[in-house]
């Protein structure tokens, strides 16, 4: 049964980088036939979807984040990560982690999703 | 910027029928978007629902179906239950790798 389960800071300073891991359990990292993303959600606001990386380290960002965004994966401890720089009260948000189907003819879904992280901004 | 529209707001009574919708600012939605609708109560995390326009996930209550209605995607619940009280989203694959979810539908029901 796969897993994917988020970690990381709840508090992070404006100005400073937020960084968060994702840890996919009962399933390898390491397949072709999905992506791994990570989507937001703002406190009583809706889902933005961030981005997302194939296990070779391609990536696809939301163009209205990508300057400030990277997401990178680490196949040996079958995880991907998070980092959002010169971050601003308007990246406090529940970010979820999740994997999203990339092959056959039922694609580009998210099949599994994390539980969420509460990240906020403040100083 | 691609923006993916819904209804902010819909109310269906007990046993009803409603249909929410999902449309692109420009252009139309068809099965090559892949939309996907997701489920979220208060707190908890989304629960997929329907994926490549009309495929129910596993677990997932027959009242629930996906289409193409017209230019838009649409969410369809038969038989409306107070638990399906919830927020709807669906989102859209607009190509490149990249996916842009809709601003959410609260459903109530009463």
């Known amino acids: 049964q796969l897993q994917v389960q988020e970690s990381g800071p709840g508090l992070v300073r404006p100005s400073e980088t937020l960084s968060l891991t994702c840890t996919v359990s009962?399933?390898?990292?390491?397949?072709?036939?999905?992506?791994w993303g990570w989507i937001r959600q703002p406190p009583g606001k809706g889902l933005e979807w961030i981005g997302n990386?194939?296990?070779?380290?391609?990536?696809y960002y939301n163009p209205s984040l990508k300057s400030r965004v990277t997401i990178s994966v680490d196949t040996s401890k079958n995880q991907f990560s998070l980092e959002v720089v010169s971050v601003t009260a308007a990246d406090s948000a529940v970010y979820y982690c999740?994997?999203?189907?990339?092959?056959?003819?039922?694609?580009?879904?998210?099949?599994?999703w994390g539980q969420g992280t509460l990240v906020t901004v403040s100083s | 910027q691609t923006v993916v529209t819904q209804e902010p707001s819909f109310s269906v009574s007990p046993g009803g029928t409603v249909t929410l919708t999902c449309g692109l600012s420009?252009?139309?939605?068809?099965?090559?978007?892949?939309p996907s609708w997701y489920q979220q109560t208060p707190g908890q995390a989304p629960r997929t629902l329907i994926y490549s326009t009309n495929t129910r996930s596993s677990g997932v209550p027959d009242r629930f179906s996906g289409s193409i209605l017209g230019n838009k995607a649409a969410l369809t619940i038969t038989g409306a239950q107070a638990d399906d009280e919830s927020d709807y989203y669906c989102a859209l694959y607009v190509g490149g790798g990249t996916s842009v979810f809709g601003g959410g539908t609260k459903l109530t029901v009463l």
């Open positions: 990386i194939y296990y070779s380290g391609s990536t």
């Open positions: 420009s252009g139309s939605v068809s099965t090559t978007s892949y």
């Open positions: 009962g399933a390898s990292i390491s397949t072709s036939s999905y992506f």
């Open positions: 999740a994997r999203q189907v990339r092959t056959g003819s039922s694609k580009y879904y998210f099949e599994s």
